[in-house]
C-alpha cells in the first residue's frame, strides 16, 4: 500500500484548506486558498485545487511526479477560478532511500507565491532470510527463517523539542516514544499521528535522564487501568523509573534500583544498571563494566520482578541474582562502535536487543538469557534501517517496532 504524505511550506501567505488569512503582499490578495485531497492506492494520482485568479505555473519535473493536466483555466467576472493540479506518483525503490520527495513551486508571473512538498511515505513490504534460529514472536507460530520490512510514517515524531528520540514501547494501538530528559509523546499507531506530548513527572524528568529504554510490564496499578506499568530506564542515574500511564500523562509509582549491599554515607551504593528488561516474573538486567584495558563492555544478570507492593523505593541486591553472563555483540570486537547494545526487550526467555551504532553494524540480537547464548545476529541490510542511530525495538502484534533518533517513521519487521 502506497500512502502520499503532503506538507504545504508557504513562503509568502500561510494558508490551510479552507481557512483565509488577509494576505501581507498586494501581489497576492486574490489567493484564496488552497486545498488538498488526500488518498491512499497501489498508483494513482494527488490533486491539489487552487482557487485563484492567476495564471499558474509548477516547477515538477522529477521522473516519479509528473503534471497531468496544465492548471489554466479561464478568469470569469475578475473572480478567484479553480486550477487543478494533478500529480501521479511513480515506482519507487525501498531498499534505497527512505523517503523521496519533490518541492513543487506554484508561480504567478515571476513571482512565487507558495511551494509545498509531496512526500512518497512508505512503500511495499521488502523481504529478506536470516541464517540462525528461527524467530517466532507469536506463541505457537513456527515460521521459516525469513522476514519483511515495512514503515510506520508519523510526522514531527524524530525528536521533541530539539530532544533526541529514545526509548520506545508500545500496547494495543498505543505508542510510548520517550525522548532525551523525559519527554513524551504517545502515537496512535493504527492512524499514524500524535495524540499527545507531554514531560514526565519530577523526578523523572531531568538532565541526567536519557530515558533510553521503556518496556511494559505485566502488573498493573488498578486492574481497570487500560496499561501496565511501564519500566522506564534511565542509565546515567543507573535507576527504572516505573511509572503508571495514560495516553496523555504519567505518575511515578515506584523506584528500582540494583546495589551490591554497600553504602557511603548511609545511602546504597549503585551498581552500573544501564537498562532493565521485564520479562514476566523475572527482570534482565543489562549491565555496563569496563575491562583491564579501559575497554567498556555489556553483561546481564537476572533477578526476580519486583513487585509494587515491595515499595516506593526497591533495591535489587547483587547477590540475590539467579544469573549472571557475558555474551558478545558484533563479532567479538569490544570498540565502542562495534561492542555496542543500544535498547530493545525481552519475551519468553529470550533478550531482543539492537546492537551496532550506526551504518553497517546495526543489527539484532537475539539472546537466550536461560542458556546465556546468541541465537541470533540478523545485519540490516535496509538503506532506511541503517541511515538514521536505531535505538530500541519492541514487540506488538507478532512483529518487532523500531524506532530512530532524528527520524519521522518506525520500521516493522514481521517473521514468517
Not at 255 to 269: A, E
Not at 327 to 338: K, L, Q, Y
Request: negative net charge; glycine residues 8%; contains cysteine.
Amino acid at each position: 500500500m502506497k500512502r502520499i504524505l503532503f506538507s504545504c511550506i508557504f513562503t509568502c501567505l500561510f494558508l490551510t484548506a479552507g481557512c483565509v488569512e488577509k494576505p501581507k503582499d498586494a501581489d497576492v490578495a486574490s489567493l484564496v486558498y488552497v486545498s488538498f485531497q488526500d488518498f491512499s492506492c497501489e498508483g494513482g494520482e494527488f490533486v491539489a485545487v487552487i482557487n485563484t485568479n492567476m495564471e499558474l505555473q509548477t516547477n515538477i519535473a522529477d521522473s516519479w511526479v509528473t503534471c497531468l493536466d496544465n492548471p489554466t483555466i479561464g478568469v470569469s467576472g475578475g473572480k478567484a477560478a479553480n486550477r487543478i493540479l494533478q500529480f501521479s506518483v511513480g515506482p519507487w525503490d525501498a531498499t534505497g532511500d527512505r523517503t523521496r520527495e519533490t518541492q513543487v513551486s506554484i508561480t504567478a508571473g515571476k513571482s512565487e507565491k507558495f511551494r509545498f512538498t509531496v512526500r512518497q511515505a512508505s512503500a511495499k513490504a521488502s523481504s529478506y532470510s536470516y541464517d540462525g534460529n528461527k524467530i517466532s514472536l507469536t506463541p505457537g507460530e513456527s515460521p521459516e527463517n525469513n522476514f519483511r520490512v515495512s514503515y510506520i510514517d508519523i510526522p514531527g515524531i524524530g525528536s521533541f523539542n530539539g530532544k533526541s528520540g529514545q526509548g520506545f514501547t508500545a500496547y494495543g494501538k498505543t505508542g510510548f516514544f520517550f525522548y532525551d530528559t523525559g519527554l513524551c509523546r504517545t502515537l496512535d499507531l493504527e492512524n499514524h499521528k500524535i495524540i499527545a506530548e507531554f514531560a514526565l513527572p519530577e523526578p523523572v524528568c531531568n538532565k541526567d535522564n536519557h530515558a533510553g529504554q521503556a518496556n511494559f510490564g505485566s502488573e498493573r496499578f488498578d486492574p481497570d487501568d487500560e496499561f501496565p506499568l511501564l519500566y522506564l530506564s534511565s542509565y546515567k542515574e543507573n535507576v527504572c523509573y516505573v511509572l503508571r500511564v495514560t495516553k496523555t500523562d504519567a505518575t511515578l509509582v515506584q523506584r528500582i534500583y540494583l546495589t551490591d549491599g554497600s553504602k557511603t554515607d548511609g545511602k546504597y551504593n549503585l551498581l552500573d544498571a544501564q537498562a532493565f528488561f521485564p520479562d514476566g516474573e523475572k527482570m534482565v538486567i543489562k549491565m555496563g563494566g569496563v575491562d583491564p584495558d579501559g575497554n567498556k563492555y555489556k553483561y546481564w544478570e537476572v533477578y526476580e520482578m519486583p513487585l509494587l507492593k515491595q515499595g516506593a523505593e526497591y533495591y535489587l541486591f547483587s547477590e540475590k541474582k539467579s544469573g549472571h553472563f557475558y555474551v558478545r555483540t558484533v563479532a567479538g570486537e569490544s570498540d565502542s562502535g562495534r561492542n555496542y547494545y543500544n535498547a530493545g526487550c525481552a519475551q519468553d526467555g529470550k533478550i531482543y536487543v539492537l546492537a551496532g551504532f550506526t551504518g553497517e553494524l546495526q543489527r539484532l540480537l537475539v539472546i537466550d538469557y536461560r542458556e546465556a547464548r546468541v541465537v541470533n545476529d540478523i545485519k540490516w541490510t535496509e538503506k532506511a534501517m541503517v541511515s538514521k542511530e536505531q535505538e530500541q525495538c519492541t514487540i506488538l502484534d507478532g512483529a518487532l517496532l523500531i524506532n530512530y533518533n532524528g527520524a519521522d517513521y518506525l520500521a516493522r519487521v514481521e517473521f514468517y
